[in-house]
């Protein structure tokens, strides 16, 4: 069974909409992981975080720890959000970082 | 912004040949990792090193597989003798007390 899991596996938004990825994890954690990777493949962080809620820009991030679940969300989706979304789990402090399999994101103009 | 540089970004190979992917972490990071991706796939960790020795290595590590920090800067990974499913784009990281992860571009190896 995987370690984390991810839903939607695929979305598909229109310019403007609002946006949720969500995540559930089986283990215990001591931070999760928010990750961006671009149609080109690079890696990028959005958030770590390990409690309650962060916000940047168009995106925020949620995290229930008692529920073992996350969601990013993205207000006003753009056609440049398109990109993978990942999130990852870390047992651990700056132990591996256990990947989910990614929600890939289109928003169509 | 100070990045993580991963060399070369593509890299074509026969089985069997030994290979070795070069990465120059962020100056101040402390913490030092190598996944890797399969085509279609997701993200899957390799090693990770701190201190100047391995902390956690995955099964997929194997005695094929070698990491080295030989200078202070460079954060090498080492396949001895390649194969075919070792084709896959290879993902240095970093990161400093506290930090989220940094990721270098990748490396795009591709084994025939």
């Known amino acids: 069974k995987n370690e984390v899991e991810q839903s939607p596996q695929n979305l598909t938004a229109q310019e403007g909409e609002f946006i949720t990825i969500n995540c559930s994890y089986s283990v215990g954690i001591s931070a999760l992981h928010w990750l961006q990777q671009h149609p080109g493949g690079g890696i990028v962080s959005l958030f770590m975080?390990?409690?309650g809620k962060k916000k940047h820009g168009r995106l925020i991030a949620t995290i229930n720890i008692q529920e073992k679940h996350s969601s990013l969300h993205i207000t006003a989706s753009h056609p440049r959000d398109s990109a993978v979304y990942i999130c990852a789990v870390e047992k651990t402090s700056y132990d591996k970082v256990i990947f989910g399999p990614g929600t890939s994101l289109s928003v169509i103009p | 912004e100070p990045e993580v540089t991963q060399t070369p970004s593509h890299q074509v190979t026969q089985m069997g040949q030994e290979v070795i992917l070069r990465c120059v972490p962020i100056s101040n990071h402390l913490y030092f990792y190598w996944y890797r991706q399969i085509l279609g796939q997701k993200v899957e960790f390799l090693v990770s090193?701190?201190?100047?020795?391995?902390?956690?290595k995955s099964e997929i590590f194997d005695d094929q597989f070698s990491v080295e920090r030989p200078d202070g800067s460079n954060f090498t990974l080492k396949i001895r003798s390649t194969k075919l499913e070792d084709s896959a784009m290879y993902f240095c990281?970093?990161?400093?007390?506290?930090?989220?992860?940094?990721f270098g571009n990748g490396t795009r190896l591709t084994v025939t």
């Open positions: 975080l390990s409690s």
């Open positions: 990281a970093s990161r400093g007390t506290g930090t989220p992860l940094h």
């Open positions: 090193f701190y201190n100047n020795e391995i902390s956690e």
